[in-house]
Structure formats: structure tokens, C-alpha cells
């Protein structure tokens, strides 16, 4: 762990620490924690690795690099109970506190005070190599070739010129050197570098607008905020090569009616937004649900309610997304699994969602979203994309009548056809108001029950079709939990640590939440003798979600968290020895 | 400044009269109503300009004069509230080939959709965005609304409005809207005329239409209207070409002036938004390869730079 005051470049050294690991080989994973402002504040970032995939971020911090007093404070505490852990702590601006020292040694954890900012200063005039020479000295240590560190710098500051290359190289001399005197060189920690391992490193967010480009997505329309910005500054990058545009809308009123426009017109759209924004968008959402306009919204969830905790991760839009919105609004809600599976999902949200003509909310929480994973490589087999009932010239005419094009026909699977502007004799003015086939407004009450029966006929007709659960652990395992994103994450690891003691567990994580998945989930529910639902919430709105759908479960327990910080495995671990539990830092 | 008469595309001139956007749906407004007059304006000008009604995108918000895209056969958007600019943004973006009109209240423009307004403005998206500006909330029945005249008395506003009305024309002006002009129902010739230049100015039109409500405003009526315009069209001394004589016009001319009351000089124009994203994108957004495995070697190039 990385730690300091905003704006000292803890991600940047986060970000270093992250990609060397991965070019050794190794699987990563890392975890922000940071707050909404720029300049100082405490900022920490998780960077976690392993020869075996990890899921989550630890339960324990091996080596703690401290550029200020209140990350040592912070953080001791976290500090694990294996031999071999330290701190690094930049000394320049006095000792560290005493009594945390102390707490440190009583604990058996070395915290070794060097002037860092000191050194940098004195030997390569900037406090900013700071950062370098104690990532390097913890590098040297961890018994990592110190070449891999050099020729990444140069690849990061190559832009910069050779001189700040060289002294960026020389940073790492002087870490090296550090280590040497004052750590010794440790045993190897980390395996040997695997060339054939060839990951991705992405984060949820990326893997989203990676599947949105690759799905035909090619407007998305949005408003900043943390943590959904980031699909937004991806699609404006990237975008454009493919033809596509990024907008910056005035607020998420307007980018989510500009997404229903361009789908509207027949682009694939989406916009991305987060608690608050997502608010603003839930009128429009009844827009594109009935006048069966197709649409992809990005849910990073973040905390709540009103601004919340703006940085902090929660899970707790789940009833808003199920059941938001005036009136009664069919849509799709689902949920990736993993870091990868958001590429998989995110073209399953595009085409659903035309398939479907319906609004797909994509929920996926800040951890997910903004956290960098190690994947294996994502592959294009058996990709392709489905446009549903989408008329073409001509293909309007078998579906005429007395007024012209029934583009809201009451077809039996609820799908009409659609058509989309330039299709000859498809022309039909789309309506928020209730419409009849042929999209006349009306407030006739047959066509009322009629019309609204059609729309919610498409949730029936689209079961099979629905992304199915992400299952992991033994099947007959009589211990199961239930959990969504990030937090599954957390219990995988959970679920090692419970195997190693002899206790088999399995996890059933729901990738679509709406219409909800009845009979997967009673199959499991009525398969173990506890289950668990782990979310990150105050009020258990998915276990609430589950017994509003099936009824009641004696045996179903609640692990919660919403004191702003992800699930460690050991949290589940807790959850489950007292049957139950809220998890507070 | 002198009337000028429509003139038709030649090729397709012949192809269209105003019936051929006729829908089957009957307006829903008082008989009377200001807003018939911009239906048959429209009307008029997309036969016209031989409009392709597969090709054209009838926007509209919400309100009386909102539902006049169900009153035509193109296609058509009858959106949220408040948002007809961004969905029509949308539309516009998706598909630049496509002519898209817009139209609402002054309610629906420039109370719940005040913002939207700026930023089309600003954003100089090509469209032309008709403004039927009654003064009043008609369907709601009567409220007074961001462009009634202070003293208006509504229900809302039982001893008249206290709060002073805005003026579209100069917002839009002062936002940087490079064609802004202001018709009157009553003047259904010079009103066809508005809306031919805001569909053919590439970039975004303003076409404030002052279109009584004969049931609820009992004070902008057609009689009260006659007689405090001023018709910019027969006043040759005016020339609509600089934005701060247009504002200074509208500020101290004492009545209200109709026509054209700025348009910009061609060689200032700015360049539309769709003109401006379309010279470096190349293709438009509803062209998408709907094959994955055709375009695979472009989307593995972009995978393969997370690796």
C-alpha cells in the first residue's frame, strides 16, 4: 500500500508498482481509496499480486509505503501478522509518531524512517523522485529485476526528455542502493517471471466501453462524475477512429435524452453516470421504456444517498434501478461479475437492448469500475451483434394498416417491429405519452391494458435470453453466498480460506437482477443450509429483493458494508462465524 | 427589408405539396389557435423544400404546441419534458443526413428546458428550433409562464406576475445563435418565409412564434399583437446583420419587432457542431459494423493495447 497526501502521486507510484508486477507475470489487482478534492486529504492505493488469481483487495498489507504521519497512523493497524512485512517511512519532515511505532513494533512490523524526500532532493534536486526511489527500494527487495522498473520509466517519461528518463533511472539506483543498506536483499518473494502469461490489465470501466465499441456503440452522451467519468474520457478517445462521437452534455437530463435520440435515429448509444446522475436520468428512462427506444445506462454506484461519500464505494441503487421511475416502467437490470465480464455484458446490454427495444441499466460499483485487474486475454469468439426486429426498406409494408406503419404492433412476443429514420414507410413519431399501434397518442383504456400487457410481455419473452448467474464453488457445498461485482471478489477469497479449514462453499453471483432471475435463485437458495448475501449496503436490498420474489428464508443472513470501503475476505469470514453481521472498519 | 418570396428546390419542386405530410391524427388545439398557422407554415415549407418525410425528424416537447409532430407523416419525437433540444441533439448526431425540425412552447423552451436552450444555442447544433410562444401554460390551463408580460394575471399569479419576462431573441443572440428570428401567426406569409431560413441555415434557428392562446391569454390576443409589432420586413432602414444592433433593436424599439432579427453575415458563420465533429470522425454513428467477426482485426488491434 501506497499512501499520502493528495497530490503527492500516490497513483502514479500505485500505477508503477501495478504494471511492473504485471510484466513479471504476475496477476494484479489494486484498489483506490481516495476522496473528492484534489490537493491534500489522505489517499492510499491497494496494489495487490500473486502467482494465483486474486479476486479482491487483501485482508492485510504486506509493505505500507508512507509518505506522510497520518498513512502510518492510518494503516498500522492493517499491517499483517506474517513475519517479512514493513513500513517505509519518509522521514524529511520529522519522525514518526512515537506511540504508532511502538504499536508497530508490538505488532513485530520494522518501520524503517528515511528521509526520502531528503535524498531526492539532495541528489537529484526534485522531491518528486521521491516516490521512485521508495518504490524501488521495495522492488529490490521483493527480489524484482530492476531493469523491468527501468525500462518502464522510460517507456512512462519518455515524452519528458532524456534528462528526466535518466534521473527517473537513477531514482531506482539510489532505491536499490537504500534497500542494500538498510533491508538486505530478502528472500525472492515473488515467482519467477512467466512470459507465456499474457494478461490484459483493465479496469471495469475500460472492459465496459472495450465491449460498448465492439457491440457497435458508437454515441455515448455524458455528464463528469466520479466514478463514471472515466467511460466517458475512454469513449471521447477512443470513439472517433471507429466514427463515433463523445458528447459532454450540460447536465444528465440532457445526455441521456441526447443517448435516446441517437438511438432513436439508430445509432447504438449509452451514457454513464453515477447515484446522483443516475437520479436525474430515471424520467428519461420512461421515455425509452415506452416508447421502446433502445438504451444502455452505466451505473458506477457510488455511496449515497444525495452526494454521499462521492468517492466511496457502495452498492445501494439496487432498488432504485429495479424500481425507479414513475409509473411502471419495464427494463432490464444486470450486473457484471467481474472485471472481464463487463466486456462480455456490455455487448449482451447493446443487444438486448435493441432486441428488446427496452432501456438496460448496466450496474456495476466504484470498486468494479475503477480498479485495475489482471484478466486473461479477452477473446472475439462467438461475438456478434443482434439488432432484433429492425425493419429495412420494404420491410415496413407487411406491417401496415389503416392509419400507416404499426410500429407498435401487438405482436405476440410483445416485439414489434421497429424502424429506425430513412426506412421508407416506417415513419412513426415516438411518444412518451400512451400510443396505440401506430404510435397515435390516445387515453383509450383497452388499448391502455393492451398496450401495457404488449411491453411487459417482453420481459417473459426475453427469460432465456438473459445472461445467466456466475457460479463458482462445489455444487452439494451446503454453506452459499450471494453477492454482486466487486463484493464477489471478496468472497472467492473467502471462499479459499473457508476450503483450507474444510468447509466447502459455493457463490452464486446474479448477472441479471432484473426481471429477476426466480428459478436460479430458489435453486440455490433451496440448496445450501446457510446462505449469505454479501452486499455493500445499509439495508440488505438485495436479500430484500430476493424475499420479495420468493419469500421468506429462514436460513438467509445479511453480510453488509457502508462505512465507504470494499469487502476484505476476512470481512465474509466475520460475517460468517457470527451469522451475519455489519462490517464497520 | 423587402418580402421575399419562397423558392422551391427546382429538381423535386413538382414531387410535394403540404398534403403529403399530412398525418391522419386531427390537432387537439381551440379552434383559433396560433399554433394552426405554424402547422400549415410547415407544411408549406417542407412541400417546399421537397422534403423526404422518411428523411426527416419532427421533434417536439411537451405541451399544447408540442404535439404538432404527431400532426405530420415524417418521423417524429414527442419527447420529456424540457428535453426536446438534447434528444433532437441526439437524433441530429446520429445521423447529420437527417433535417431536424424542432418545435415547442415557451414553457417547455425556456422554463423547464431554459438550459438546454443555452447550450443548443451554443453548441451551434443545426437544427431549427420553433418556438410557439403563447405566454401562458395552455395545457395545464392558464399559468403564467417565463415570457408573460409582468402584471399577467394567471392562477398562479393572482395578482399578475411580479417577475419579469425574458426575451428568447436576445438570449439566443447573446448565446451566439447565428440565425434568430421572430414570426407572428397573424403574418402566415412572413412566417413560412422564417421557417424556410432556420430549416436552411446550417447551424442552430431561432423561430420565436408569437402564437396567441385564445383561451387563456385574454391579453396577448391577435388584436393586442397587431398593434404592438413592428414588421421588420417593411422597415427598410434595418439590416439584420450584426448581433449588437439586433439586441439594441429589440431593447429600444418600443413595440415588437418581427422577421429576421439577425442573421449572421456568411462569412462569419461558425461552423455547425456536426460539421466541426464530422471533419476529423469519419463515417456516422448509425453506420456500425453489425458483423464482429469482419471487423475483428480493427477491435483486436484495440484490445491488444491493454495488454
Not at chain 1, 508498482?17 to 492510499?44: A, P, W
Not at chain 1, 462521437?245 to 453516470?273: F, H, K, N, P
Not at chain 1, 479477452?378 to 392509419?403: K, P, Q, W, Y
Amino acid at each position: 500500500v501506497v499512501g499520502g497526501a493528495a497530490g503527492d502521486g500516490i497513483q502514479s507510484i500505485g500505477d508503477m508498482l501495478m504494471r511492473i508486477f504485471k510484466r513479471k507475470g504476475l496477476e494484479v489487482c489494486t484498489y483506490r481509496d481516495f476522496q473528492s478534492r484534489i490537493r491534500g486529504g489522505h489517499v492510499n492505493m491497494w496494489v495487490r499480486c500473486s502467482d494465483e488469481e486474486i479476486f479482491a483487495r487483501g485482508d492485510f498489507i504486506d509493505y505500507l509505503i508512507a509518505l506522510d504521519a497520518e498513512t502510518i497512523m492510518r494503516h498500522v493497524g492493517d499491517m499483517t501478522p506474517e513475519p517479512g512485512g514493513f513500513v517505509l517511512y519518509d522521514s524529511s519532515v520529522g519522525q514518526a509518531p512515537e506511540g504508532v511505532v511502538a504499536k508497530a513494533k508490538e505488532r513485530g512490523t520494522p518501520v524503517y524512517q528515511i528521509p526520502f524526500k531528503d535524498i531526492a532532493v539532495k541528489e537529484l534536486e526534485r522531491e518528486v523522485f521521491r516516490n521512485v526511489i521508495a518504490a524501488a527500494m521495495l522492488l529490490e527487495h521483493m527480489g524484482l529485476d530492476l531493469a523491468v522498473a527501468k525500462s518502464l520509466l522510460g517507456e512512462m517519461y519518455s515524452r519528458k526528455g532524456e534528462k528526466v528518463v535518466a534521473a527517473n533511472h537513477k531514482a531506482v539506483d539510489i532505491g536499490a542502493r537504500l534497500a542494500a543498506e538498510h533491508l538486505g536483499r530478502a528472500h525472492a518473494s515473488v515467482p519467477a517471471y512467466d512470459k507465456a502469461r499474457k494478461k490484459m490489465l483493465v479496469t471495469g470501466n475500460q472492459a465496459f466501453c472495450l465491449g460498448a465499441i465492439v457491440a457497435g456503440c458508437r454515441f455515448i452522451s455524458g455528464y463528469p462524475i466520479t466514478p463514471a467519468t472515466e467511460v466517458l474520457e475512454f469513449m471521447a478517445e477512443y470513439l472517433p477512429r471507429f466514427g463515433g462521437v463523445a458528447i459532454q452534455a450540460e447536465d444528465e437530463l440532457s445526455a441521456v435524452t441526447m443517448a435516446i435520440g441517437a438511438a432513436y435515429s439508430g445509432a447504438r448509444s449509452c451514457t454513464a453516470s453515477s447515484g446522483p446522475g443516475i437520479s436525474l436520468m430515471s424520467e428519461a428512462l420512461g421515455l425509452s421504456s415506452v416508447a421502446e427506444i433502445p438504451l444502455v445506462i452505466v451505473d458506477v454506484q457510488r455511496s449515497g444517498p444525495s452526494t454521499g461519500l462521492p468517492t466511496k464505494p457502495e452498492q445501494s441503487d439496487l432498488n432504485h434501478l429495479t424500481l425507479g421511475s414513475h409509473g411502471e416502467a419495464p427494463r432490464i437490470v444486470i450486473a457484471p461479475s467481474s472485471v472481464r465480464d463487463a466486456f462480455y455484458l456490455s455487448i449482451e446490454a447493446f443487444n438486448l437492448s435493441e432486441k428488446y427495444q427496452i432501456p438496460v441499466y448496466f450496474m456495476t460499483d466504484l470498486s468494479l469500475g475503477q480498479n485495475s485487474m489482471s484478466v486473461p486475454p479477452i477473446t472475439l469468439d462467438g461475438v456478434s451483434v443482434d439488432r432484433g426486429r429492425l425493419m429495412s426498406n420494404g420491410g415496413a409494408e407487411a406491417h401496415r394498416g389503416e392509419h400507416g406503419y404499426r410500429r407498435f404492433e401487438f405482436a405476440e412476443d410483445g416485439i414489434s417491429p421497429r424502424s429506425i429514420p430513412g426506412v421508407e414507410g416506417g415513419m412513426y413519431v415516438a411518444a412518451g405519452n400512451e400510443h396505440d399501434e401506430y404510435s397515435h397518442v390516445t387515453e383509450n383504456s383497452k388499448n391502455r391494458v393492451k398496450m401495457m400487457r404488449k411491453r411487459f410481455r417482453k420481459l417473459e419473452t426475453m427469460l432465456r435470453d438473459l445472461p445467466k448467474p456466475a457460479r463458482s464453488g462445489p455444487e452439494d457445498a451446503k454453506l452459499g453466498f450471494i453477492a454482486m461485482g466487486f463484493a464477489g471478489g471478496a468472497v472467492r477469497e473467502a471462499m479459499e480460506a473457508l476450503e483450507k479449514s474444510g468447509v466447502m462453499s459455493k457463490l452464486l453471483m446474479p448477472r441479471t437482477i432484473w426481471p429477476f432471475p426466480k428459478d436460479e435463485l430458489r435453486r440455490f437458495a433451496e440448496s445450501v443450509d446457510s446462505l449469505y448475501v454479501v452486499e455493500q449496503n445499509a439495508t440488505g436490498q438485495l436479500a430484500a429483493l430476493i424475499r420479495r420474489e420468493l419469500g421468506h428464508f429462514a436460513h438467509m443472513r445479511s453480510i453488509l458494508r457502508f462505512d465507504g470501503f470494499a469487502f476484505r475476505p476476512r470481512d465474509i469470514l466475520k460475517g460468517v462465524e457470527e451469522k451475519g453481521a455489519v462490517i464497520e472498519a | 427589408m423587402a418580402t421575399i418570396e419562397l423558392t422551391p428546390k427546382p429538381a423535386a419542386a413538382a414531387a410535394r405539396g403540404p398534403k403529403d405530410y399530412e398525418s391522419t391524427v386531427k390537432p387537439i388545439w381551440c379552434p383559433g389557435c396560433g399554433d394552426f398557422a405554424v402547422l400549415a407554415a410547415l407544411k408549406e415549407v417542407f412541400a417546399k423544400m421537397a422534403l423526404d418525410p422518411a428523411k426527416v425528424v419532427f421533434a417536439s416537447g411537451i405541451g399544447c404546441s408540442s404535439q404538432i409532430s404527431h400532426y405530420f407523416s415524417s418521423y417524429g419525437m414527442h419527447a420529456v419534458h424540457g428535453r426536446v433540444l438534447p434528444t433532437a441533439t441526439g437524433i441530429k448526431l446520429a445521423n447529420p443526413d437527417l433535417t431536424v425540425v424542432v418545435a415547442g412552447g415557451d414553457g417547455d423552451g425556456f422554463a423547464i428546458g431554459m438550459g438546454h436552450f443555452m447550450h443548443a444555442v451554443r453548441r451551434n447544433i443545426d437544427l431549427c428550433y420553433i418556438v410557439m410562444d403563447n405566454q401562458t401554460y395552455g395545457l395545464t390551463k392558464g399559468q403564467f409562464s417565463p415570457t408573460a408580460a409582468l402584471g399577467y394575471d394567471s392562477p398562479t399569479t393572482p395578482e399578475g406576475s411580479i417577475e419579469r419576462p425574458i426575451n428568447p431573441a436576445i438570449l439566443a443572440i447573446a448565446g451566439g445563435a447565428q440565425y434568430v428570428a421572430r414570426g407572428f401567426s397573424g403574418n402566415p406569409r412572413q412566417l413560412s418565409r422564417l421557417i424556410y431560413e432556420g430549416i436552411e441555415h446550417r447551424g442552430f434557428a431561432l423561430v420565436d412564434v408569437l402564437s396567441p392562446c385564445v383561451t387563456f391569454n385574454k391579453l396577448n390576443t391577435y388584436d393586442w399583437f397587431r398593434k404592438n409589432v413592428h414588421d421588420l420586413d417593411k422597415d427598410l432602414s434595418y439590416k439584420p446583420d450584426s448581433p449588437y444592433k439586433a439586441i439594441e433593436m429589440e431593447r429600444t424599439l418600443g413595440k415588437i419587432p418581427l422577421g429576421t432579427i439577425y442573421r449572421a453575415p456568411d462569412p462569419e458563420r461558425d461552423k455547425a457542431l456536426e460539421e466541426r465533429l464530422f471533419e476529423k470522425v469519419k463515417g456516422k454513428p448509425v453506420d456500425f459494423p453489425t458483423d464482429v467477426q469482419k471487423a475483428r482485426k480493427e477491435y483486436e488491434t484495440l484490445l491488444g493495447e491493454f495488454r
